[in-house]
């Protein structure tokens, strides 16, 4: 177990929008989500063919279940616009796979914050009840 900051969680999402790949949007954006053991980092991949462009938190989610690491605690989404951004509808469905509720750190330009959550972005994920 490893006690991450709040400067830690957020300088990571600052940090990863150097490595997106998005040279149709040109539009930069950060993700870095804290579990017990690690701070995953993801940021924007697009393609050629655009719809299989992935965000940044996607990737970050995917990085943290493929090594197995499924408690998430907090993310962090940086953009590189005065506005904050929040997950996509698709992002938000996904981080719901693996957490009840999440608190998520909007992160502008200028390094201020804005404090939301999973639960309050989606209230009523998809459920699969058989
Ligand atoms: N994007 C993300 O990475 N996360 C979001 O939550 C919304 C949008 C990316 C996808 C695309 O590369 C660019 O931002 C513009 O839509």
């Given at each position: ?7 830690e ?9 150097a ?19 690690f701070?995953y ?19 970050a ?14 993310m ?6 005065k ?9 938000l ?30 209230p ?7």
């Open positions: 177990m490893k006690n991450f900051t709040e400067q969680l957020v300088l990571s999402s600052q940090a990863v929008l490595h997106s790949y998005s040279p149709y949007s040109k539009f930069k954006v950060g993700a870095a989500l804290e579990t017990a053991r701070i980092v993801g940021t924007n991949i697009e393609n050629r063919s655009f719809g299989l462009t992935v965000c940044a938190e996607r990737v989610v995917f990085s943290a279940v493929a090594n197995r690491d499924r408690k998430f605690r907090r962090a989404l940086s953009s590189a616009t506005d904050f951004i929040t997950p996509c509808g698709a992002c469905q996904v981080l719901s796979e693996f957490c009840e509720d999440l608190p998520i750190l909007l992160v502008n330009c200028d390094g201020k914050i804005k404090k939301t959550t999973l639960k309050k972005l989606y009523s994920p998809f459920v699969l009840k058989k």
